[in-house]
């Protein structure tokens, strides 16, 4: 069955300073979908990333990219020059390619993520 | 902004209780999604509607209904509510009948059953 794996229940990291979010998934398909978001403390799903299963490059927006090791099936999300608004739970989730099973999303337990001044 | 519109943002409501949440896709969206995120349970599918069909089920509990409109908005009915039915219920849209490079959610229904 699907799943997906983030290790790291909480993480710091000082502002400015680089930090990378684990994730790893189980899929027996060889299509599928990877996707970032973040939770703020205010509760919102805020798309981050996106990372298809055929994508040769790692996917960027902005300050973000995401590690794609396809034969290690992890999608570590890099953030770079973090900032304080980046304090907030990371959910990695993912979308099997498999039509019969509509378009759901299996999400990780998530990563809290302390920025320090 | 997302685009997806949710309501109500809180509901407070008893034991025994039936509630509707409501979602409003982006526009030009065709699927919507229902979530529910707890404590325990963490974000949890529930189930999916795509033009106004059920698409894919998840973990929904039999005292829980949802359907979508010919104007696609969706609502999701929670009956014969439990203490432990208190969580976030989300609502998603896309496009097409898979989540194809975004998912886009709402605000959340943040929902306390007493």
């Known amino acids: 069955a699907q799943k997906i794996t983030q290790t790291q229940p909480g993480m710091f990291v000082q502002e400015k300073e680089a930090v990378t979010l684990d994730c790893t998934y189980d899929?027996?398909?060889?299509?599928?979908?990877l996707f970032w978001y973040k939770q703020p403390s205010s509760g919102e799903m805020i798309f981050l990333i996106y990372?298809?299963?055929?994508?040769?490059q790692n996917a960027t927006e902005g300050r973000y990219s995401l590690n794609f090791q396809k034969a290690r099936k992890s999608a570590n999300l890099v953030i770079s020059a973090s900032q304080l608004g980046d304090s907030a739970m990371y959910f990695c989730?993912?979308?099997?390619?498999?039509?019969?099973?509509?378009?759901?999303?299996?999400f990780g337990q998530g990563t809290e993520l302390s920025v320090k001044p | 902004d997302s685009g997806v519109t949710q309501t109500p943002k809180h509901l407070i409501t008893a034991t025994g209780q039936r509630v509707t949440l409501r979602c409003s896709p982006r526009?030009?969206?065709?699927?919507v999604y229902w979530y529910q995120q707890s404590l325990d349970q963490g974000l949890q599918f529930l189930i999916q509607?795509?033009?106004?069909?059920?698409?894919a089920k998840g973990n929904i509990l039999e005292r829980f209904s949802a359907q979508q409109f010919p104007d696609l908005h969706s609502e999701l009915n929670l009956s014969s509510l439990e203490l432990g039915d208190s969580a976030l219920y989300f609502c998603?849209?896309?496009?097409?009948?898979?989540?194809?490079?975004?998912?886009?959610f709402g605000q959340g229904t943040r929902l306390t059953v007493v």
């Open positions: 998603a849209s896309s496009l097409g009948p898979l989540v194809d490079t975004e998912a886009f």
């Open positions: 899929t027996s398909d060889q299509s599928y979908g």
């Open positions: 990372q298809g299963s055929y994508d040769e």
């Open positions: 989730a993912m979308r099997e390619g498999r039509d019969n099973q509509g378009g759901k999303l299996i």
């Open positions: 526009s030009g969206d065709l699927s």
């Open positions: 509607y795509y033009n106004g069909e059920e698409r």
